[in-house]
């Protein structure tokens, strides 16, 4: 369970940067803070993820 939640971290920081990219290229500003949010969200996951892993050693 847990790889796949930071799989899915992963995931979410990867589609943030493309968004953020294609926002900034597009001159699109919602697209490109659609990208800074999701890449926000898999930051969370990231650190959540790793709070567990030092209760879980």
Do not use: C, I, P, S
């Not at 369970?1 to 920081?13: F, I, T």
């Not at 890449?39 to 709070?51: F, H, I, S």
Request: charged share 45%; aromatic share 2%; net charge positive.
């Amino acid at each position: 369970m847990a790889g796949e939640q930071k799989a899915k971290a992963k995931v979410e920081q990867a589609e943030g940067k493309a968004k953020e990219a294609a926002g900034r290229a597009l001159g699109d500003e919602q697209l490109e803070g659609e990208g800074r949010t999701e890449q926000a969200k898999g930051d969370a996951r990231t650190a959540k993820e790793k709070v567990k892993d030092v209760f879980r050693h």
